[in-house]
């Protein structure tokens, strides 16, 4: 039997969802780092790390005050990308060299004075942020992207502005203005993505109704969702929004959850069953009481949860950060060498500054500016658009080291639809429709896909299922409860090991069958076999898996024979049967300890050790499994086709990305010594205006391999 537990193991236990008291001491280094308590702000986009938050509404619901301060910092990109657009507009037109560039001439009276007014609004306001980004940079971290792009822009503008008033030489206005526009532009787009990423789940907050029908004695008043507290009955009408988290008390109906856990069939509740709020009540009436509210419900927390994700950093932009500050170290020794040489040369020394601004100027490439935020928030997109909900962006992008996959069998490879296909009596007191009968009554409140489809077949049946007393979880093997004065256990055959308890030869009639057993008082009473049909798509998923060289390898906790059946007809490399969830962890780490990059798949909740030590954990299905914090991937349904895309899209984002910085960083390889002139004993020096034109295709085509992206998930 697999993981089959207590059916709170298979719910969503919203009481465990504290960030605040999250113990990861247990967590691999890369998961225990992400600090759910603190607000580090280090790594936010640039200028988002000076803003203030500590000005956020604390009784805003969780997720909701950093979402509008995404939203408001990226208004202000917008405006001043906008803005200093129009305003660079007439410094191109009006710019000699590029009037000289394209052979024409139309110039104002006092145009050197005009280029600097409009000019000196496009570097003070436009680049403010990266202006201020920069001070953020030197008081903590040291030289970055603000720091590339400020001591590019500062020397532009300024030099430029001494050859308005008085110094020899082209001005670099033009130049000053495209970089800033470009660069706001490339920030604007990395802030989208950052507030695109979670925006499916913000979206769920409207879902919440604005006020709840509460039942107050025998009167119904309508109050806010705010004045709502725990232990409060509310009634929820037909077609109306679920208000709170709570338990039913009263009715039974189904509920449309696809908003909140991707399930598009209505699901059964009834009494005593977990409702979540922002859920959509059918044709019933019921009555709730309330649970959670507020900042605890599951919708707060699963925004909370996601937001504080979006907020790391993954490799490949650290490595743009690094790659960045090596830039400004370099543009900064070759730019002063550039002078001196030139200098040493006997050459003037306006001719020498204009070559050192040049070379200053150039090493700041628009396009490693754009290089990752494009790719990100492209990736961020199109996998939202097919079900891959990115927690972890290292995670995303390691996923292709991936080797060694490893399954949970129920629900990923299979449907998880389980039917009912023989009950035997092993006990001459008991027939097999009164084994079916006292089993039924441990396995009606829980979700478990067995537990389900044994109720399936007892109301197919018609039978009257008997209430349970001191119901009890055995973990990982079963259930027990008192039933009608007699202690009933159904559990796996493992447990039958455990207790020495012999297993009937005829037990497993057919290798593809899935066997509990029922125990009466201590003895063996008799047994249920249920069938599982393994999805069509997995035998796809799986020759994707092995085309791209990744064994794959499936962990149950079914039988023997039943795992060998599945494994052999789907081509596995390799089966663990009678699993309890602790012992994955050490299949996890015995796949690592052979050298394999290791991926995790299973239920967020019960397999929250392996998924945490997994090297890249992703959790599959239902909305349990979007509750599971130690997973580094979620996805929205069980499909194992969508984990061959998520790792072959993984693959292709990283590729995009490095492609991204070679074309960005190979620009400058090339342009900064032509600019500072190594070719001059050859009449060459890159200018300006043919290094703006390199800078702008470079730009180009990291904007159009970016795009690319787009065309690579689902490709095998």
């Known amino acids: ?36 308590d603190k607000k580090d702000h280090s790594n936010l986009p640039a200028g988002e790390a000076g803003m203030d938050h500590s000005s956020h509404d604390g009784n805003a619901p969780m997720g909701m005050a950093g979402h509008d301060h995404h939203k408001m910092m990226v208004a202000d990109f917008r405006k001043r990308f906008w803005v200093s657009l129009v305003i660079t507009i007439p410094i191109l037109f009006f710019s000699p060299m590029i009037q000289e560039f394209f052979g024409y001439d139309f110039r104002l009276p006092g145009n050197p004075y005009y280029l600097f007014a409009l000019s000196s609004f496009v570097y003070f306001w436009g680049a403010w942020p990266f202006l ?14 603000m720091t590339l792009i400020s001591m590019a822009i500062s ?16 001005d670099f206005f033009w130049e000053l203005s495209t970089l800033i526009v470009i660069m706001l532009l490339g920030h604007w787009i990395e802030m989208k993505s950052v507030l695109g990423a979670s925006k499916a789940l913000q979206l769920l907050v409207s879902m919440l109704p604005s006020e709840a029908h509460k039942v107050v004695g025998d009167t119904i008043q309508d109050v806010k ?57 059918g044709n019933s009436t019921l009555k709730v009481k309330v649970e959670h509210t507020g900042k605890d419900s599951y919708l707060s927390k699963v925004i909370k949860m996601v937001d ?77 658009q097919n079900g891959l909900l990115i927690r972890n962006r290292t995670a995303f992008e390691e996923s292709r080291k991936i080797s060694a996959l490893l ?34 009554a441990l396995e009606q409140s829980s979700e478990h896909p067995i537990a389900v489809g044994i109720i399936k077949k007892v109301k197919a049946d018609k039978v009257t299922i008997p209430k349970p007393e001191k119901f009890n979880s055995i973990t990982g093997k079963g259930v027990e409860a008192n039933v009608e004065g007699k202690e009933i256990k159904v559990v796996s055959p493992g447990y039958l090991r455990d207790e020495k308890i012999a297993i009937p030869d005829d037990a497993y009639s057919d290798a593809a ?38 064994k794959v390898y499936m962990a149950t906790g079914d039988n023997e024979k039943t795992a060998k059946a599945v494994s052999d007809k789907l081509g596995l490399d390799g089966y663990y049967a009678e699993v309890l969830p602790h012992q994955k962890v050490e299949i996890v780490k015995d796949l690592q300890d052979k050298g394999e990059f290791v991926a995790m798949t299973g239920d967020g909740v019960n397999d929250a050790p392996a998924l945490a030590q997994a090297n890249v954990g992703v959790a599959v299905g239902s909305g349990s499994d979007i509750a599971a914090e130690t997973a580094d991937i979620i996805l929205v349904n069980s499909n194992p086709k969508d984990i061959a895309n998520l790792i072959l899209f993984g693959k292709a984002t990283y590729n995009k990305m490095i492609q991204n910085l070679i074309w960005a960083t190979g620009y400058n390889v090339v342009a900064i010594p032509l600019a500072a002139g190594v070719l001059y004993s050859t009449g060459f020096v890159l200018g300006p205006a043919v290094a703006a034109v390199f800078m702008s295709l470079s730009t180009i085509i990291v904007a159009i391999n970016a795009q690319l992206l787009k065309r690579k998930i689902g490709k095998k």
Not at 542 to 549: A, Q
């Open 1 to 36: 039997m697999e993981n089959h537990k207590d059916h709170k193991d298979k719910k969503m236990d919203h009481s465990k969802m504290n960030h605040d008291k999250e113990d990861h001491s247990n967590l691999p280094a890369d998961k225990a780092g992400m600090n759910h």
């Open 308 to 384: 504080e994700a979006q907020r790391t950093k993954s490799k490949m932009q650290n490595l743009s950060d690094r790659a960045a500050k090596w830039l400004t170290y370099i543009a900064l020794a070759i730019g002063f060498g550039t002078l001196a040489v030139w200098l040493i040369l006997g050459f003037p020394f306006v001719y020498a500054l204009e070559r050192m601004v040049t070379v200053m100027v150039i090493a700041c490439p628009h396009a490693l500016g754009l290089a990752i935020p494009l790719v990100v928030a492209i990736s961020t997109a199109v996998s939202a």
């Open 513 to 550: 069958e899935t066997v509990v057993f029922v125990l009466i008082d201590g003895k063996l009473a008799g047994y249920i076999a249920l069938s599982d049909e393994i999805r069509p798509e997995s035998a796809e998923a799986i020759k994707t898996f092995k085309k791209n060289n990744i």
């Open 407 to 440: 399954f949970d069998k129920t629900g990923t490879l299979t449907k998880g639809d389980f039917g009912v296909t023989r009950i035997e009596s092993v006990d001459k007191k008991y027939s097999s429709a009164e084994v079916l009968r006292l089993a039924s």
């Open 132 to 145: 201020k980004g920069f001070y953020g940079e030197m008081k903590t971290k040291g030289a970055g992207m």
């Open 155 to 170: 020397v532009a503008y300024f030099y430029s502005t001494a050859t308005v008033f008085g110094l020899k030489g082209e």
């Open 225 to 281: 969702l705010d004045d709502l507290i725990k232990d409060d009955i509310i009634l929820i009408k037909p077609g109306e929004k679920i208000p709170a988290d709570g338990v039913i008390t009263e009715g039974s109906s189904y509920l449309n959850e696809s908003m909140l856990t991707g399930e598009s069939k209505p699901v059964k509740k009834e009494l005593d069953d977990k409702v979540i709020g922002g859920a959509i009540n």
